[in-house]
């Protein structure tokens, strides 16, 4: 990634502006050092990004530099950065500056403005993003790439991320429940552990519960992926998005049965 500077999601227009001029100076810089690295031979090699598998096959070590798109919630600004970005060319397109506390709302309007002007065939990479729902929604909007905390973070606080929604083992409904964390995931917890040994790990504060957790996390986050992926491939985005979506609710509906 090219370095660049996030303002506050609160800026006032001179400082968001003044933040993406920077950003863009910055953009010029890393990608001027990027290549003089990778010509004098400093570098253990460039990848060839054309597509997302292409950076899957990559030799490892090797690098591509992706630019980041600011601007905070400001369209115009947003649309700036994204062109002066482009005319500076990288291998891929971030979106960054999201996902830092601004309503949800704001971000689909960002990426809803500036995905229709993404070059259709470099990897898109939305920055700090998100909860399973939140990959899904993005992905429909025409974004690719993604990290965030949540899968370990949550993992360490007795949160687990399932396809019938996100389950706090710390609540007592999972104390004698003998079933794996999701009956759909094929991770090594799920395989081996049952929700009441998990919970139990999480209640005596056992450093295992925050490794197992994450562990799982991790695992449904990819499985979540890659089953886009599939999906994508076989035309049945539409119909996946709407199940996924519907079967991440089952755990808030049996709440509400049983209350
Ligand atoms: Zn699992």
């Known amino acids: 990634m090219a370095f660049d500077e996030c303002a506050a999601g609160d800026a006032l227009p001179d400082v968001s502006r003044q933040s993406m001029e920077l950003t863009a100076r910055w953009a010029a810089r890393s990608r001027s050092r990027f290549d003089s690295l990778q010509s004098q031979g400093m570098d253990a090699g460039r990848i060839a990004v054309d597509t997302v598998s292409a950076i899957r096959g990559a030799v490892s070590g090797t690098q591509a530099l992706f630019g980041i798109v600011q601007g905070g919630s400001d369209l115009d600004l947003r649309r700036e950065s994204l062109s002066r970005t482009r005319e500076i060319g990288f291998d891929g397109y971030a979106i960054g500056g999201l996902s830092v506390g601004e309503e949800k709302s704001v ?110 996390n ?19 985005f539409t119909k996946f998005r709407r199940e996924f979506t519907e079967g991440l609710k089952a755990y808030e509906g049996e709440k509400a049965l049983s209350t």
């Open 107 to 216: 971000m689909w309007r960002v990426i809803n403005h500036l995905a229709p002007e993404m070059p259709a065939n470099q990897p898109r990479y939305l920055m700090g993003v998100g909860t399973p729902e939140d990959l899904v929604e993005a992905v429909s909007r025409g974004v690719d790439m993604f990290d965030c905390v949540l899968p370990t973070r949550n993992g360490r606080t007795g949160q687990a991320f399932t396809s019938r929604g996100k389950m706090n083992l710390k609540n007592a409904q999972w104390s004698s429940d003998t079933r794996p964390l999701d009956d759909s995931c094929e991770c090594a917890v799920c395989k081996r552990h049952s929700r009441a040994y998990l919970r139990h790990l999480c209640m005596s504060g056992e450093l295992l519960a925050s490794i197992l957790l994450s562990h799982h």
């Open 218 to 236: 991790l695992a449904f986050f990819l499985d979540t992926m890659r089953r886009v992926r599939q999906s994508i491939r076989s035309g049945d």
